[in-house]
């Protein structure tokens, strides 16, 4: 079965449909500092590396499904919280264009937690409708990674969707570690020697990391970062991998940080030392990626944002196995196509009602 990946970033929900046995036969990525990491990584896929906004639906292959994580800064509640109000938030209805137009068998979004703040309540509300209005059986389901076999804490949202005329309804799978938990020590246990610091200014040790992308940022920290206790235990899952480099968790064999009053904490008088961020690499572990996944970049700042933007390959994986069972079993009645109905919106028209509903948020 073949898909198409948007917002594709270094390429985690990929590689989770990938290792499912889809053939992920074309990506759409606009950073340019990432297009190195995925195709070098993804050999078998041709990239895209346009924005969105200027991919007409006809230049999109054809394919059993489309799948992606526009960006989430505009939805986030650490982010601007502007939602659709903001161009980055409209980037979804982009998604939804070409989705309306290719009229796959199925697609998968995913994007963050703060998509169901209040603040976003309408705009939610109009897409789980316009999903529909396009022809699919939408199913929406917040899922904490940890739950999963991933070793870290990250609520995301995700959008799953079969077209009409299958007569599916997606089911989310049922957590596989709701209490016993992957740990930070057997996740990056084995990573505790080799680590090198960044460079002066934060550059690459490229060749010099014993182990591929071991390496982590440097510099101090700040005020917002010193407000909470930023370390997890051997013992426990990750806090959330981000995107920014200076946000990045503290290693575990650092002691958790010391409460001084509300909105501050300090390291630990005499074990400063033990007090670094983990590594991009530690990073990538943590977001499932395997270890013959390289990460290319000239400033590890770049590599943090690769790994803290992507989907995890494990949630991407179980996803995609059940995605992959359902359409495996079905028999498709090719007389009840939708394809070819004018009973559901196309591109020209989820544009048109994305413009609307902007203009009805911003005045």
Known sequence: MKVVSFFAGAGGLDLGFEKVGFDVIWANEYDKEIWETYEKNHKNTVLDRRSIVDIPSNEVPDCDGIIGG??????????????????????????????????????????????LLPAHKEALANIKQMFTDIGYDLSFQLLNVSDFGIPQDRKRVFFIGYRKDLGLKFQFPLATTPEKKITLE?????????????????????ENCTVKNHEYMIGGFSSIFMSRNRVR????????IQA?????????????????????REFVKGKEHLYRRLSVRECARIQTFPDSFTFYYNSVVAGYKMIGNAVPVRMGKVLAEKIYNDLSNLKINKKQSILKSSEFFNGHVVRKKMLEIVNAVTH
């Not at 109000?85 to 982009?94: I, S, T, V």
Request: charged fraction near 25%.
């Open 186 to 206: 057997k996740a990056i246990g084995d990573l505790k020697d080799n680590v090198l610091p960044a460079k002066e200014g934060n550059y690459t040790n490229g």
């Open 233 to 240: 235990s051997w013992d426990e899952v990750s806090f959330t």
């Open 70 to 115: 526009p960006p989430c800064q505009s939805w986030s509640e650490a982010g601007s919280k502007k939602g659709i109000a903001d161009k980055r938030g409209q980037l979804f209805y982009e998604f939804m264009r070409i989705l309306a137009d290719k009229k796959p068998k199925f697609f998968l979004a995913e994007n963050v937690s703060g998509m």
């Open 244 to 264: 920014g480099g200076r946000h990045a968790p503290i290693h575990p064999q650092a002691p958790k940080m010391k409460f001084i009053e509300q909105n501050l």
